[in-house]
T-cell receptor, first 114, second 111 residues
Framework: AQKVTQAQTEISVVEKEDVTLDCVYE???????LFWYKQPPSGELVFLIR??????QNEISGRYSWNFQKSTSSFNFTITASQVVDSAVYFC???????????FGKGTRLSVIA | ETGVTQSPTHLIKTRGQQVTLRCSSQ?????VSWYQQALGQGPQFIFQ???????GRGNFPPRFSGLQFPNYSSELNVNALELDDSALYLC??????????FGSGTQLSVL
């Protein structure tokens, strides 16, 4: 069965620090997608990234970067030079099949303190 | 381009009542799914609709039911409400199962 584990429940950092959010997954599929979503206090889940299991290259988008390692079934997310606006709950997710629907981890609550 | 909108934003019901939550999909999206998010947990998949037919369902009892309309808007109905149904209900739309776009949710409290 599909499963996503986010072992870090809450992380607190001081502004401008780098922070890495961990995600470990289990899947029965040989090819699959992985996702990260952000949930600010407003409640809406905001899409951050989708990665295909074929592509193990690390990806960087501004202050965000993702480290996908198929060998360890991990898809970690790093925020460089964190800002107060990054404070949110971050979810890693894996499709039940295809692209959707998604199985989510329990989330990591990130607090960035000024 | 309008995003996913949900109504109402908050709702209070009592045990045994029935509730209907509504969702308007993002323009151009033909697939809608619903998720339940209990406090401190990740969203859990309830069901998904494509072209007005349910095409996937999570581990939720039959008292959770839904509809998708020709304009791709959707409803989630919950009968015989239980205390454990208290949660944030999120609607998400997508085009042909591509990445999901979520609404801000309906916070349901069952007393």
């Amino acid at each position: 069965a599909q499963k996503v584990t986010q072992a870090q429940t809450e992380i607190s950092v001081v502004e401008k620090e780098d922070v890495t959010l961990d995600c470990v997954y289990e899947t029965r599929d040989t090819t699959y997608y992985l996702f990260w979503y952000k949930q600010p206090p407003s409640g809406e889940l905001v899409f951050l990234i989708r990665r295909n299991s074929f592509d193990e290259q690390n990806e960087i988008s501004g202050r965000y970067s993702w480290n996908f390692q198929k060998s360890t079934s991990s898809f970690n997310f790093t925020i460089t030079a964190s800002q107060v606006v990054d404070s949110a709950v971050y979810f890693c997710a894996l499709p039940i099949s295809g692209n959707t629907p998604l199985v989510f981890g329990k989330g990591t609550r990130l607090s960035v303190i000024a | 381009e309008t995003g996913v909108t949900q109504s109402p934003t908050h709702l209070i019901k009592t045990r045994g009542q029935q509730v209907t939550l509504r969702c308007s999909s993002q323009s151009g999206h033909n697939t809608v799914s619903w998720y339940q998010q209990a406090l401190g947990q990740g969203p859990q998949f309830i069901f998904q609709y494509y072209r007005e037919e349910e095409n996937g369902r999570g581990n939720f009892p039959p008292r959770f039911s839904g509809l998708q309309f020709p304009n791709y808007s959707s409803e989630l109905n919950v009968n015989a409400l239980e205390l454990d149904d208290s949660a944030l209900y999120l609607c998400a739309s997508s085009f042909l199962g591509e990445k999901l776009f979520f609404g801000s949710g309906t916070q349901l409290s069952v007393l």
